[in-house]
């Protein structure tokens, strides 16, 4: 079984910055990707970042430019770098991930989630 559990939301302003942190625990091999989602009450969860271990990211147009994702193997570690922050960013940030161990194969996981909260 693999944890991961976010951190670094919180509250900022219009155009600021957050970065989000994704740290990974348990049996680990190897990452396949990680994603980043995000939910706002009465609303599905949406995607907003992609990166696979082959260096190719992917996003959601409504933050492309604006936020970055990245994964450090070495910390089992996905961050996600969130910049000009607006308020429909706000909502519930949860990391997705792909991760290889020998007994289980490849499995996708979720994290608890981290609350931004973006004010005008």
């Known amino acids: 079984q693999v944890q991961l559990v976010e951190s670094g939301g919180g509250l900022a302003q219009a155009g600021g910055s957050l970065r989000l942190s994704c740290v990974a625990s348990?049996?680990?091999?190897?990452?396949?990707?990680a994603e980043w989602y995000r939910q706002v009450p009465g609303k599905e969860r949406e995607f907003v970042a992609r990166?696979?271990?082959?260096?190719?990211?992917n996003y959601t147009d409504s933050v492309r430019g604006r936020f970055t994702i990245s994964l450090d193997s070495a910390k089992n570690t996905v961050y996600l770098q969130m910049n000009d922050l607006n308020p429909e960013d706000t909502g519930v940030y949860y990391c997705?991930?792909?991760?290889?161990?020998?007994?289980?194969?490849?499995?996708?996981?979720w994290g608890q989630g981290t609350q931004v909260t973006v004010s005008s």
């Open positions: 997705h991930a792909n991760i290889y161990y020998f007994s289980t194969g490849s499995v996708y996981y």
């Open positions: 990166v696979e271990t082959i260096g190719r990211t």
């Open positions: 348990g049996n680990i091999f190897k990452w396949n990707l």
